[in-house]
């Protein structure tokens, strides 16, 4: 199995990702949306911080 890296344009897309789904959720929280929008964003939100916290990122 090849080990998993990830490159900085990865990287940086997933951080991007990350913050536009935190944002989103912040919105629907404060507006008292739909819950299933919370659980969409908020998993989006913490599974690309999550990559980017475990995975190791190629700086080469």
């Known amino acids: 199995m090849p080990e998993l890296i990830l490159s900085p344009a990865v990287a ?3 951080f991007v990702l990350a913050c ?3 944002h989103r959720y ?3 929280w404060k ?3 739909p819950r299933w ?3 969409v964003s908020g998993l989006i ?3 690309c911080l ?3 916290a475990l995975v190791p990122l190629s700086v080469s």
């Open 12 to 14: 940086t897309t997933l």
């Open 20 to 22: 536009l789904a935190g």
């Open 26 to 28: 912040r919105r629907v």
């Open 31 to 33: 507006e008292e949306g």
């Open 37 to 39: 929008q919370l659980w």
């Open 45 to 47: 939100a913490a599974s």
């Open 50 to 52: 999550l990559v980017l």
